[in-house]
């Protein structure tokens, strides 16, 4: 009889010990899924960071780029200004740019795009280059 109770202490010791085997592999394999989804997530914010910088940077080259165009349109005004008989130091103070930046602009600013630019816009040009003549004319008054 003795035997008999101890085998059914093992029985149920046994039974007890896969009940806590089996919830012990239960919850490694829900852990298991969940570090995988901690995983997926985390490559995707990688992914995400990536392709969001991949397209900041393309975002700044195309700014860079029409900035550059702009800094070359407003280098040519300044070009026609000058060629219209405004002196650096004028156009300076017209637009609030230092004499410096002016004779760098005309310096730099080729001549073959604004003869283009000049011919294309040649009314505006005719309607800058009156009040300049009538300055001109004032000048030669006083």
């Known amino acids: ?60 080259a195309c700014g860079e780029e029409q900035a550059q165009k702009a800094r070359d349109d407003a280098d040519r005004v300044m070009l026609r200004m000058v060629d219209a008989g405004a002196s650096p130091a004028e156009v300076a103070a017209r637009l609030g740019v230092t004499v410096r930046e002016v004779r760098k602009a005309t310096k730099a600013t080729p001549e073959a795009p604004v003869a283009a630019s000049t011919t294309a816009s040649s009314p505006a040009v005719t309607g800058s280059e009156e009040p300049n003549a009538q300055q001109d004319d004032e000048r030669d008054a006083a």
Do not use: G, H
């Open 1 to 60: 009889m003795v035997e008999a109770r101890k085998s059914a202490k093992q029985t149920d010791a046994r039974r007890r010990a896969r009940e806590k085997a089996a919830k012990f592999r239960e919850l490694q394999d829900t852990l298991e899924q969940l570090a995988t989804d901690y995983f997926v997530a985390v490559d995707s914010v990688d992914e995400v960071n990536e392709e969001t910088e991949r397209e900041i940077a393309k975002l700044r």
